[in-house]
């Protein structure tokens, strides 16, 4: 069977192999090797060495502010979706009515697209804001919450799923063993309940830490890095200094480079940690 | 002994429990209060929005059915939903059927070229979009791919990494000797393949679908990268950034009614496939 089958390999393979060296590798390879050029189209790529990636750090435009205000909302996406959403999967887990309706509207959000979303969470907060006189991008502090608040309301229903299967796999017994032996609520939760639903707190940590690091629909809609690209991520710093200024490209695509390496280094790291919790199990 | 107990809970509600009740209604309207403001604002004149952006439309302020007549008919709408539709559709159709196959494929035949592909699909699943954005556009440019069925093609090689990967996962775990029999009857690999081992891939192929359709509909950069603003190939939501992004008159009721016509489409999906969206949202989280 393997040997027949191995004289199809064209047949099986080559319309997805054509579309993904076209629209992946070759891509790919040659953006690694424009990280290291000076161009404007891709036929007139100069080689210039590493002094693209010692742009992306220094000078306007950098990289710098971007990276910090992705950290900065990085971790408070992570903390605040997790919690919200271990908090509510808690709650749809202990026989309430309605169980069924409520997940199906919290995990609506996730299935909007990133632009539409930014345009109506912007739409709303113009609103609001406007009764105090002020805009979304007239200070990054508003972009920033504005941008946290939105995430959160796209994230919650996801991870709560999420983390209700994951609870729901955790044995009745041990939790009324616990109550046998006297154990409060609290510490039930604490000492039984979180222990046994590590894994999924890990794959929902991981997923928030992606997907907010990465985000750029939602950044380019709600306030587009405004003002002054105070509140641009990084994803949204690459495509500007792609397309905002000529002869930034290299510059650009050194930074796309950077982070690729940081997304892959998470991806590692996550790979890691679940190995671990596999041989732990 | 546990029956009972939990018959007993579903009698009684405890007020513990009717107070979580009422605090979840309150979080409901707050998660469907951005769509319910957008909603309410998409049937007013376009003068009174910014007015009042809080109440409901009265008789002064109605407009009707205006801004969606608007929204639909002078902004080129109407056939971005067409070009969604069809992008959607076509790509994802490709997706399935070549994706699955390669899988299969790369799955069964034990040598170091399919292992050394199936490393490289899966490696392609944590590489960002922005990393291959430039070259990518350059190259489909040049090969004349920035039409919607090549914009159909493109989509075929960057959902080929999750895909590949969740079929080839569900390959494994599939007998060998479903397969050796289908063998011995004379079937050829290709027909052994769409008579055996296709129908049994049924639950992967929802997942896979309901993942990729939702990507494809929803994602912005490619089609505005390839397409571009200026072609009459725009998808939804490279007019709403066009539109509603652009900076200087805008009409802020067909705005309203643009955003919601966006999202019915999803909202009609997910409702009506409910079930299968949430398994496959989270078996795609889970693996990926």
Known sequence: ?281 | MAKGSNTQIKEKQTVGQNIAFVILCLLVVAFLYPIIFILINSFKGKFYISKNPFALPNSETFAGVTNYVTGLTKNGFLSAIFWSFFITIISVALILLFTSMTAYYITRVKSKLASGLYYLFTFSMVVPFQMVMFTMTSLADKLHLNTPIGMCFLYLGFGAGLAVFMFSGFVKSIPLEIEEASFMDGCNPLQNYFQVVFPILKPTTITVAILQAMWVWNDYLLPYLVIGLSTKYKTIPVVVQLLVGSNGNKDMGAMMAMLVLAIIPIVIFYLACQKYIIEGVVAGAVKG
């Open chain 1, 1 to 281: 069977m393997q040997k027949t089958l191995k004289r199809y390999f064209l047949v099986f393979t080559l319309p997805t192999l054509v579309a993904f060296a076209l629209a992946f590798i070759i891509p790919f390879i040659m953006g690694v090797y424009m990280s290291f050029c000076e161009f404007t189209t891709v036929d007139n790529a100069k080689f210039v060495g590493v002094s693209n990636y010692v742009k992306a750090f220094v000078g306007s435009n950098s990289f710098v502010s971007a990276l910090g205000f992705t950290v900065k909302f990085v971790i408070v996406a992570i903390l605040s979706i997790n919690i919200l959403a271990f908090a509510l999967a808690l709650v749809l887990t202990k026989k309430i009515r309605g169980t069924n309706i409520f997940r199906t509207i919290f995990f609506m959000p996730n299935l909007i697209g990133g632009i539409v979303l930014g345009y109506t969470w912007q739409q709303m907060l113009n609103a609001i804001l406007l009764k105090y006189q002020t805009t979304l991008v007239s200070n990054s502090t508003y972009g920033y919450w504005g941008l946290v608040l939105l995430m959160n309301w796209q994230m919650i229903g996801y991870m709560m799923i999420i983390y209700i299967a994951g609870l729901q796999n955790v044995p009745t017994d041990l939790i009324e063993a616990a109550k046998i032996d006297g154990a409060t609520s609290w510490q039930t939760l604490i000492n039984v309940t979180i222990p046994m639903v590590m894994p999924s707190i890990t794959i929902c940590t991981f997923l928030t830490l992606s997907n907010s690091f990465k985000l750029y629909d939602q950044n380019l809609a709600l306030t587009a890095g405004a003002p002054m690209h105070r509140t641009e991520m990084m994803a949204l710093n690459i495509v500007n200094t792609f397309y905002g200024k000529t002869g930034f490209q290299g510059v650009g695509q050194a930074k796309a480079v950077i982070f690729f390496i940081i997304v892959a280094a998470i991806g590692a790291i996550q790979l890691v940690f679940t190995r671990n919790k596999e041989v732990d199990q």
